[in-house]
C-alpha cells in the first residue's frame, strides 16, 4: 500500500520533469533547429512566397503552440513523415526500436551480471592474487578505446577465424539471431565489463567492511548468507543506480557506434543519417522519446530504490 | 593456573598482525579465566589490545592480517584457536555470542528485526519459523521492549541507539549462550540508557548463568558490573584484580593513575584533572623493557631495561617493579 502511494507520487513528480527536458529539447532541436524554409523555395524569392511557406511549415506560430503541437506529437506518438526518404517516422521506429533492443540487451545484461560477479570474487579475496588479476584485467579492458575493440573484434571473428558475420542483420529465427548478435555482445562487454568491474568491487568492498557483516559473522552466518543478506542487499541501491543509469549511455552511445560499424538498421543508425541529412521529424522522434525514457528512468530508479531499502521514505530521508 | 571451574580459559595469548617483513604484536601473553555466572572486564585505552583480544576468542580476527601465533582459548575444554572455520560457526551465536560497541550499524538495515532475530535461532536451534518468531518475540520482552510484537516487524533505522542495543543483547542471548562478548556495549549510548542496558546484561546473565567477558575503557563499568579485571596496556596484561582490590588498592602504576583520573565529586574543585602524563608508544617500536616506563614517574633504569613479570600481589597479579603500596622489590 505504501509502496503504492510512493509509486504514485514519483509519477507524479515525473510530469514537471518531463515537462522541463521536452522544452529543453523543444527549444534546442526545433525551435532554433534547422531551418526548411530556404530549401523548399526557388531563388530570389519573394516576401509572400516566403511568407507562404513559413506558414506552411507552421513557423509563423506562437512559440507555445509550436511547443504545445511537440508534445501532442510526443503524446500520440505521431512525428509525421522523414524528409530524406518520406517514410511515416513512426513506421521508421517501429521497425528500428526492436532491432536495436534486441542488439544491445545481451551486451548489456551480461555486462552488468558480469561485472557483479566478478567484483564479488575480487572483493571476497580482496588483497589476493584472485583480487589483483582481476583488476589488473579491468583496467586493461577500461584503456582500450570501443572503436579499437570494435574493430578487433570483427578482424577477429569475422576475418581471421570467419565464425560471425559482421556486417548487416539478417535475423529471422534464434540460432540467426544468435549468429549476428555475438560479435557486437561481446564488443559491447568487453568494453562495459573494465568499468563495470571496477565499480562493483569498490562498492562491495565497502559493504563487506560493515558492522552489520561483522556481526553477521559473530552470530555464525555462512558466507553464502553474509553475501547475500548483508553485502548484495545492502549493495542494490548503488547496483540499481548504475544498472539504471547505463541504459541511456547504451542506447545512445552503444546503439550509434555498434550499428553504424556493423551495418545494422537499428535506430541508432537512423539516428545518425538524421543528424547528418537535418531530417526534423526524425530527430525531434528521437531525441522526445530519449528525453522521455530518461525521465522514465529516473522514476523507475527511485521505485527500485524504496523497494530495496525500506530507509527511503517519502519527501524527508531518514537519517541515521 | 588451572582451573577446572572455568568455562572460558584463555591462556597466553598472541595476536599478531601484519606480514613476516612488520609484524605487530597486538596482544602479548593474556591469560585469565571465566567462570559461568562471572563478569570479568577487561580494561585499557584504544588500541591497547581489549578488543583484539575479543574478536581472537570470536575467531573473527580480520584475515589475512590478524592470526594467532601462540597461545590457547579454550571455551569449556574445547579449543578453538586453530578450530576450522565451520565448526566455529556452530558455535558462534550458539556457545558464545558477541555484542559491538555500536548499535546503530551493528544491525543489518534492510531486514526487519524479527527476520533477524529468528535467523540466528532458527540457524543454531533449527527452529521452525513460527517457534522462532516466538522465541525472538519472547527474548524482545526479556529486555524490557515495550510493544515488542510491533518491533519484530521494525527495522533497524526506526528504533533508538538504546533499544537497537537490546536488541543485540536479545539476539545474543537468543540461544542461551554460555558466554557473552560485550564490546563497549554502553560507549555509544547515552548515561541512562547505559544503566538500563548494563542492568539488562546482569539480569539475564543471573537468569541463564552466563560467563560475560566485557570490553570497556570505562571505570564506571567496570566497578559496577565487574567481578575481575584484567588492565591491559600496549598488548599486555600489567595488571589483575578482583574488583574491590583493583579500586581499593591499585599496584600498577598505571592502573592507578587511571583511577586518579576518574573525573568525580571533589571538596576542593580542581584547576585541572590529573591526567595519566605521555601518550601511547607504537606497538610497532616498543621499548624493551617496561611498555608504560616512559610515562610512569617511578620508573628507573632497571624498568627501562627488563619486562616485568606477572606477579602476586594479595589477591592481584601485577606487572610492575615498583608497584604501589609496596615495599621496593630490589
Same mark, same amino acid.
Given at each position: ?63 507555445? $503552440? ?30 528500428? *526500436? ?23 570474487l575480487a572483493a571476497w579475496h580482496r588483497g589476493g592474487w584472485i583480487d589483483r588479476a582481476v583488476t589488473g ?21 569475422? $576475418? ?22 555475438? *560479435? ?17 568491487r569498490?562498492?562491495?568492498v ?6 552489520? *557483516? ?35 549511455? $547504451? ?48 522514476? $523507475? ?20 | ?16 598482525? +601484519?606480514d ?43 584475515r589475512p592480517a590478524?592470526?594467532?601465533?601462540? +597461545? ?34 551493528? !544491525? ?23 517457534? =522462532? ?6 527474548? !524482545? ?5 515495550? !510493544? ?9 533505522? @526506526? ?68 567481578? @575481575?579485571?584484567?588492565?591491559?596496556? #600496549? ?20 592502573? @592507578?593513575?587511571?583511577?586518579? =583520573? ?33 610515562? #610512569? ?13 606477572? @606477579? ?6 601485577? =606487572? ?11
Amino acid at each position: 500500500m505504501e509502496i503504492l502511494k510512493y509509486t504514485l507520487r514519483k509519477l507524479a513528480g515525473g510530469i514537471p520533469l518531463l515537462l522541463g527536458v521536452t522544452l529543453v529539447s523543444f527549444v534546442l532541436m526545433v525551435y532554433f533547429g534547422p531551418d526548411k524554409t530556404w530549401e523548399l523555395l526557388s531563388k530570389n524569392p519573394t516576401a509572400e512566397e516566403i511568407a507562404q511557406v513559413r506558414s506552411q511549415l507552421g513557423y509563423d506560430q506562437p512559440f507555445w $503552440v509550436r511547443y504545445g503541437n511537440y508534445l501532442r506529437e510526443l503524446a500520440t506518438l505521431e512525428f509525421g513523415y522523414s524528409d530524406s526518404t518520406g517514410e511515416r517516422v513512426t513506421t521508421i521506429l517501429q521497425r528500428t *526500436v526492436p532491432v536495436t533492443l534486441a542488439l544491445l540487451a545481451p551486451g548489456f545484461v551480461l555486462g552488468i551480471v558480469l561485472g557483479i560477479a566478478l567484483g564479488l570474487l575480487a572483493a571476497w579475496h580482496r588483497g589476493g592474487w584472485i583480487d589483483r588479476a582481476v583488476t589488473g584485467l579491468a583496467v586493461v579492458g577500461m584503456s582500450v578505446s570501443f572503436l579499437v575493440v570494435i574493430i578487433a573484434f570483427q578482424l577477429l571473428f569475422g $576475418v581471421v577465424l570467419g565464425w560471425f558475420p559482421v556486417r548487416g542483420w539478417n535475423v529471422h529465427d534464434l540460432p540467426s539471431y544468435l549468429h549476428y548478435v555475438t *560479435v557486437p555482445t561481446l564488443a559491447s562487454v568487453f568494453v562495459a565489463l573494465g568499468y563495470n568491474t571496477r565499480f562493483f568491487r569498490a562498492v562491495l568492498v565497502e559493504e563487506m567492511a560493515r558492522d552489520h *557483516v561483522r556481526t553477521a559473522r559473530a552470530f555464525g552466518a555462512s558466507p553464502v548468507e553474509i553475501l547475500r543478506k548483508n553485502v548484495l542487499m545492502n549493495a542494490m541501491i548503488p547496483i540499481v543506480t548504475r544498472t539504471m543509469f547505463s541504459i541511456p549511455l $547504451v542506447v545512445i552511445s552503444g546503439s550509434l557506434l555498434i550499428e553504424s560499424y556493423f551495418g545494422i538498421p537499428g535506430v541508432g543508425k537512423v539516428t545518425y543519417d538524421a543528424i547528418t541529412s537535418g531530417d526534423q521529424p526524425v530527430l525531434k522522434a528521437v531525441i522526445g522519446l530519449t528525453a522521455v525514457m530518461f525521465v522514465g528512468i529516473l522514476i $523507475v530508479n527511485d521505485i527500485l530504490y524504496k523497494f530495496f531499502d525500506p530507509r527511503i521514505s517519502l519527501g524527508r530521508t531518514a537519517l541515521q | 593456573m588451572s582451573n577446572n571451574d572455568a568455562l572460558l580459559e584463555v591462556e597466553n595469548l598472541c595476536v599478531e598482525f +601484519g606480514d613476516r617483513r612488520g609484524a605487530v604484536r597486538a596482544v602479548d601473553r593474556i591469560s585469565f579465566e571465566v567462570e559461568p555466572g562471572r563478569t570479568l572486564g577487561i580494561v585499557g585505552e584504544s588500541g591497547c589490545g581489549k578488543s583484539t583480544t575479543s574478536l581472537a576468542i570470536m575467531g573473527l580476527l580480520p584475515r589475512p592480517a590478524g592470526r594467532i601465533t601462540a +597461545g590457547a582459548i579454550r571455551l569449556s575444554g574445547t579449543e578453538l584457536a586453530g578450530l576450522p572455520e565451520n565448526r566455529m560457526r556452530r558455535i558462534r551465536g550458539a556457545e558464545m555470542s558477541m555484542i559491538f560497541q555500536e548499535p546503530m550499524t551493528a !544491525l543489518n538495515p534492510v531486514y526487519t528485526i524479527g527476520a533477524q532475530m529468528s535467523a540466528v535461532v532458527r540457524r543454531h536451534a533449527g527452529l521452525s519459523r513460527r517457534a =522462532a518468531r516466538r522465541r525472538a518475540l519472547e527474548m !524482545l520482552e526479556r529486555v524490557g521492549i515495550p !510493544l515488542a510484537q510491533r518491533r519484530l516487524a521494525e527495522y533497524p533505522h @526506526e528504533l533508538s541507539g538504546g533499544m537497537r542495543q537490546r536488541v543485540m543483547i536479545a539476539m545474543a542471548l537468543s540461544c542461551r549462550p554460555r558466554l557473552l562478548i560485550a564490546d563497549e556495549p554502553t560507549t555509544a549510548l547515552d548515561v541512562t540508557t547505559q544503566a538500563q542496558v548494563l542492568e539488562q546484561i546482569k539480569a539475564l546473565q543471573r537468569d541463564f548463568d552466563t560467563a560475560v567477558v566485557l570490553i570497556t575503557h570505562d571505570l564506571g563499568v567496570v566497578a559496577e558490573t565487574c567481578d @575481575e579485571v584484567v588492565v591491559m596496556y #600496549c598488548g599486555r596484561m600489567v595488571e589483575r584484580a578482583p574488583v574491590e582490590a583493583l579500586f581499593s588498592a591499585p599496584r600498577h602504576r598505571y592502573t @592507578e593513575g587511571l583511577i586518579q =583520573a576518574i573525573p568525580k565529586i571533589r571538596t576542593r574543585r580542581l584547576t585541572r584533572l590529573p591526567v595519566v602524563p605521555g601518550s601511547v608508544p607504537d606497538l610497532s617500536e616498543l621499548p624493551p623493557g617496561c611498555c608504560f616506563a616512559a610515562r #610512569c614517574a617511578h620508573a628507573d633504569t632497571h624498568c627501562l631495561r627488563r619486562q616485568p613479570a606477572l @606477579e602476586r600481589m594479595g589477591p592481584s597479579r601485577v =606487572a610492575c617493579f615498583h608497584p604501589a603500596d609496596a615495599e621496593p622489590v630490589r
